[in-house]
């Protein structure tokens, strides 16, 4: 944890790996996490590293072992997750893996490609067979004497005369002559009959249900009405074999005349893509490839069915392996990936890295590089070389489970500049606390306060379900920001003395009255007075607020006092709590500069006028009290508010009506010009100082370089023929950079001064939004929750149980999540723009060590996207 005030100490470092050791010894440190490697071939192209090839072999790993996850995911095989973590296998063990890979999608890809041609078949022996049942039925009806009485009375004898007349009429009309005709002339065999000097066909098929209706209007357009077609659904879906889809069929049979029409009806039902099937003509023929057809759908039953279980029994076996083997293939790529990182030396028998690491922790790289050299059986051990550099380094803040949270809060303004001080720890307390101020209510403090404990108590279980769900992750990863909030929000609640816009009566109330109910029902502005001891015990209740204020009509107006004042003295000392923390920054870096032109006058500034305010609200409390004399009576107590504005001003105060005096202590009025004059003092000296100090300084070097020339170019004989350049600019700054100097004091100047009214008011919101969620607390509670206690005996219960519903919902949805959302991000605002403006200049970068578990986590998180 004491790093957590201040980011760790780094150093940039070279690394001499022998070859055969390379791969191990970066293995190791990934396991470890510590080191960030530096790019050393930036102008090479990826294809041109010296391990890409290992790279694309891990890249083809990875599609085989997605290929066999979607597989196994096709068929709902649970993947066994035993939480190892298994070490990245040696060079040598990817050619295992590579073979094992491979036999593994050959053998799937074989299975599959055999259960599809299969399903295939299946699926054409089950069409086929719903054709020949089909068709018979068509026939059958067809062959019905019924249906010939019926065409004699539709169309008359000579209607059923052959030739051509017959094929003037309607298609429909037309076909039942036909089949009249050829069925009358052999019960037992169906023949191309010929009708003048026609020859009456047909073809029978399967097509998409949903094709019918364009198939049937296509046929009656291209062949002019003279084709006939009939068509029954398939009442069981079919399965697809390419998609594994469910599809609905039906069966068709066309009945045409000609060679001519023949093809056309082909080449229609291949652009609708119908499949056709042979049907014989002779009854006998059906019922005997009927017979066969089914003996074969048996026999594929059979097949099918062992050739599922072999597909399910390598997928069984793979799916007990494939999350070590994942692992194993990210490890390895990340690996070959980071050593195309590194520089090969001359004798290409050494690669050379940089990498920046912990300083307190080079000592346990030592020992991982150690163990890497004595896994791969090197006798030449690692070199880590310290460099010494200009660079910055990247910025490292080590964090557990409960402060990275208030770390990545911090760290969504901008990361921390190397070795700033980081805001992470004071935000822990100010952060919660600040939002309790806002929300404080018992009971919406303690349901945040439950849910939060609910997953920090469950927090290995439910982090092991990896959920996609972006709220929950959300929720999850802050749940000790929202465990604190919470607990914070009750403890302002008690204060507040409000719970469900309601109060607890724990300690009773220090006010009492001797007026009979009568009295208090009909006078509901009645009023009690605090001075006198028979109303008023005259001692501060013990915890938070007097119950009895629940009851006032005044309430509003006292809260409002008491919120709005505290919410001024909260964030006066919250901004200096930020001014005060950039003097640690500034003696860190040995800045003394800031320290006299910067800290100094920005807390006299703060002080002189905003904290003097604060300690105007204290002396009016303990001045000013219900039995002082008249004098000195609340009524003479001066407005805070007026007397800033006329101190700023120099505006003498005028006293109150029946008022002896103005200010609330004796040379209020003296010291208040001094403070205001020595606070002006410091604008001054915050905008001109610096520079000009700078200024001065660099002149002063420029001299004494000019001089140290001069003295060399005179007492040195030696140097008569030498050319005597020119000193180049004090301090290494010209006049631009003088000036840019001026601007950016300017503008911190304004900014500070500036920020100091207007941030002062921005915390205002922790009164505002405290005073809203109150009322709106007891606006849910007056207009929902009351219209249950109406209705009496038990029909009231009933009914103030489906109130309580609606009032629970309305409470969480709004009060505690809505209402939570927005205190919540007030106190964000609080805390970047209000509190770490004052010191925090958030200019660095992070540091990205190479580590496993990081690697793993971004691989998992995309799998699962």
Not at 432 to 450: K, N, R, T
Not at 563 to 583: C, Q, R, T
């Amino acid at each position: 944890m004491g790093s957590l005030f201040r980011s760790e100490e780094m150093a940039l470092c070279q690394l001499f790996l022998q070859s055969e050791a390379a791969y191990a010894c970066v293995s190791e440190l990934g396991e470890l996490g510590l080191v960030q490697f530096r790019d050393l071939n930036p102008d090479v192209n990826a294809f041109q590293r010296k391990f890409v090839s290992e790279v694309r072999r891990c890249d083809e790993m990875e599609r085989k072992l997605r290929y066999l996850e979607k597989e196994i995911k096709k068929d709902g095989i649970p993947m066994l997750d035993t939480g190892e973590n298994p070490e990245a296998p040696q060079p040598r063990e990817m050619i295992d893996l590579e073979a094992t890979f491979e036999k593994l999608e050959n053998e799937l890809r074989e299975v599959n490609h055999n259960a599809e041609a299969l399903k295939r078949n299946f699926l054409e022996l089950t069409e086929l067979k719903h054709i020949l049942r089909k068709t018979q039925v068509f026939f059958d009806e067809m062959a019905d004497p019924n249906r010939e009485d019926e065409q004699v009375t539709l169309l008359g004898e000579e209607g059923l005369r052959a030739g051509g007349q017959a094929l003037k009429l309607g298609y429909s009309t037309r076909l039942l002559i036909w089949g009249s005709k050829i069925l009358k002339r052999s019960e037992s065999k169906f023949e191309p009959e010929k009708v003048g000097n026609f020859y009456f066909r047909f073809v029978a098929g399967v097509i998409l249900r949903e094709r019918i209706p364009a198939f049937e209007r296509m046929l009656w357009r291209a062949c002019r009405g003279n084709v006939f077609l009939r068509q029954a659904e398939i009442e069981t879906p079919l399965e697809d074999p390419s998609t594994g889809d469910q599809v609905h069929k039906s069966v068709f049979i066309i009945f045409f005349q000609g060679d001519q029409l023949k093809s056309r009806v082909r080449k229609i039902c291949e652009g609708f893509r119908a499949t056709l099937y042979p049907c014989p003509e002779a009854p006998s023929q059906r019922r005997e490839m009927a017979m066969g057809v089914m003996t074969r759908i048996e026999d594929l039953n059979t097949v099918l069915g062992q050739t599922q279980d072999h597909r399910h029994r390598v997928l069984v076996a793979a799916a007990k392996n494939i999350k070590n083997w994942f692992i194993k293939v990210v490890k390895i790529k990340a690996i070959y990936h980071t050593l195309n990182l590194f520089n090969l030396d001359v004798t290409q028998k050494c690669l050379i890295a940089e990498c920046w690491v912990p300083l307190l922790d080079i000592e346990t790289i030592q020992l991982a590089l150690r163990r890497g050299t004595e896994r791969s059986g090197s006798s030449v051990p690692p070199i880590l070389n310290r460099m010494d550099t200009f660079e910055d380094p990247p910025t490292y803040n080590r964090t557990n489970k409960f402060t990275s949270a208030f770390q990545n809060l911090v760290d969504a303004y901008g990361i921390a500049s190397y070795r700033e001080i980081n805001p992470t720890p004071y935000t822990i307390i100010s952060f919660p606390f600040l939002f309790a101020v806002m929300f404080g209510d018992l009971g919406h403090g303690g349901l945040m306060f439950l849910f939060a404990a609910f997953l920090v108590l469950r927090e290995k279980q439910l982090a092991a379900k990896k959920s996609d769900n972006e709220v929950w992750n959300i929720f999850f990863a802050g749940r000790y920001i929202i465990l604190l909030m919470g607990l914070f929000s009750m403890y302002t609640g008690l204060i507040y003395n409000d719970i469900f816009s309601k109060s607890l009566n724990l300690f009773g109330s220090h006010w009492h009255t001797n007026y009979n109910e009568s009295t208090v029902m009909h006078n509901k502005d009645l009023q009690i007075n605090p001075s006198l001891s028979a109303d008023y015990d005259q001692v501060p209740y013990p915890v938070g607020l007097d119950p009895i204020w629940q009851l006032a009509l005044n309430k509003i107006v006292f809260l409002n006092a008491y919120k709005m004042k505290i919410s001024i003295i909260f964030g006066v000392l919250h901004m200096l709590s930020g001014v005060s923390l950039s003097l640690y920054n500034y003696r860190y870096f040995k800045d003394r500069i800031s320290i006299f032109c910067d800290f100094i006058p920005q807390v006299i500034f703060l002080t002189f006028l905003f904290f003097y305010m604060v300690l105007l609200m204290f002396i009016k409390w303990i001045s000013y009290g219900p039995q002082n004399d008249f004098p000195d009576s609340p009524a003479c107590a001066p407005s805070i508010l007026i007397t800033f504005i006329n101190m700023v001003l120099f505006k003498n105060a005028e006293a109150l009506p029946n008022c002896n005096t103005v200010y609330m202590f004796a040379g209020q009025g003296v010291l208040q010009k001094f403070l205001v004059l020595v606070a002006l003092l410091c604008v001054p000296i915050m905008l001109l100082a610096k520079p000009i100090y700078i200024m001065r300084q660099q002149k002063e070097k420029h001299v004494q370089l000019v001089n140290g020339h001069a003295t060399t170019e005179n007492g040195d004989a030696e140097g008569a023929g030498r050319v005597v350049q020119q000193p180049p600019p004090a301090g290494g700054h010209d006049e631009n950079e003088i000036g840019e100097l001026f601007i950016h004091q300017g503008i911190h100047t304004i900014e500070y001064v500036l920020g100091s009214v207007s941030h002062t008011a921005s915390y205002l919101r922790l009164w505002a939004l405290s005073l809203a969620h109150a009322q709106l607390s007891e606006v849910l509670w007056s207009m929902v929750m009351t219209k249950g206690l109406i209705l009496e005996s038990w029909i009231g219960g009933v009914w103030l149980w489906f109130v309580f519903g609606f009032w629970a919902i309305l409470t969480v949805g709004i009060l505690v999540l809505m209402e939570g959302l927005s205190a919540f991000l007030h106190t964000l605002r609080l805390h970047w723009v209000e509190f770490q403006s004052k010191f925090y200049k958030g200019l660095g970068y992070a540091f990205s060590p190479f580590s496993f578990e990081v690697i793993l986590n971004t691989a998992s998180t995309a799998v699962e996207e």
